[in-house]
């Protein structure tokens, strides 16, 4: 055989071991993934963040081969981050942290206007929006609306912070974590998602940034459980 001939064999190999190994780690991915999202039990976080970081594009497509919902992949990037970041996150004191929220959530009837740091919401408490920002921002988050990813690099840009919470559809959830990664991100999915008038579950959000311990501290201080408007409900459009 010429030399020639070999070497192009002996790339053919490699190449065929090379997507055989991708296979295999993909294998391995679903598999702890599945544990993950339908479980709730995180084996190897490290290799799973990995796994979606390094192999994003090909991971997807193995989930929609084997006739899977490649939002899969996003879903146990989003869980993975929410469960590794979590403790560190907690940590972080509010006023140091922020939340981003998409502005699809807003009622049709939104009369709030954009600004150049996003969307100025008037608490009407016709949207999620303003329910979450008048909760958040009492306990020291800043808030920001943002009608796109440019807005986000804009914050990123603008503003000190060391924690930060978002809302968003799974493919934009999971890539701005994946970006956002040193700021401990903690990720709540939009139900259902879409580009107007989208939902989320507020308790969800208010959970994930420690408004109930908030509240019953309050609470407590305040020795009168009827000074603290608990109510989570969106007024309906007219
Ligand atoms: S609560 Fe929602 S609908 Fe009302 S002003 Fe704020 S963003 Fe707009």
Do not use: W
């Not at 192009?8 to 702890?32: H, K, N, P, T």
């Not at 981003?100 to 919401?121: D, F, M, Y």
């Amino acid at each position: 055989m010429l030399l020639h001939e070999q070497a192009f064999q002996l790339i053919g190999e490699g190449i065929v071991l090379l997507v055989f190994l991708i296979v295999i780690i993909l294998i391995i991915g679903l598999i702890l993934g599945f544990i993950l999202v339908r479980r709730n039990k995180m084996l190897f976080p490290s290799l799973i963040i990995f796994i979606v970081n390094v192999l994003y594009s090909p991971f997807k497509s193995f989930v929609g081969l084997l006739g899977l919902d490649d939002a899969l992949v996003d879903n146990i990037g989003i869980e993975v981050r929410n469960k590794v970041n979590k403790s560190k996150f907690d940590e972080i004191p509010p006023e140091d942290k922020i939340i981003v929220l998409p502005h699809c959530l807003r009622s049709a009837q939104c009369e709030a206007s954009l600004k150049e740091t996003g969307i100025k919401c008037t608490y009407c408490g016709k949207c999620a929006i303003g329910i979450i920002k008048e909760k958040a921002e009492p306990m020291g988050y800043k808030v920001f609306i943002v009608p796109g990813s440019s807005f986000v690099k804009k914050i990123v840009q603008q503003n000190k912070f060391k924690g930060v919470v978002g809302v968003a559809c799974h493919v934009d959830l999971n890539q701005t974590m994946m970006a956002l990664e040193k700021f401990s991100p903690q990720g709540v999915l939009l139900s259902p998602s879409g580009c107007f008038e989208t939902k989320v579950d507020v308790s969800k959000v208010l959970e994930t940034i420690g408004y109930y311990e908030f509240r019953d501290e309050q609470k407590k201080q305040l020795n009168d459980s009827e000074a603290i408007d608990d109510d989570l409900e969106i007024k309906p459009s007219k």
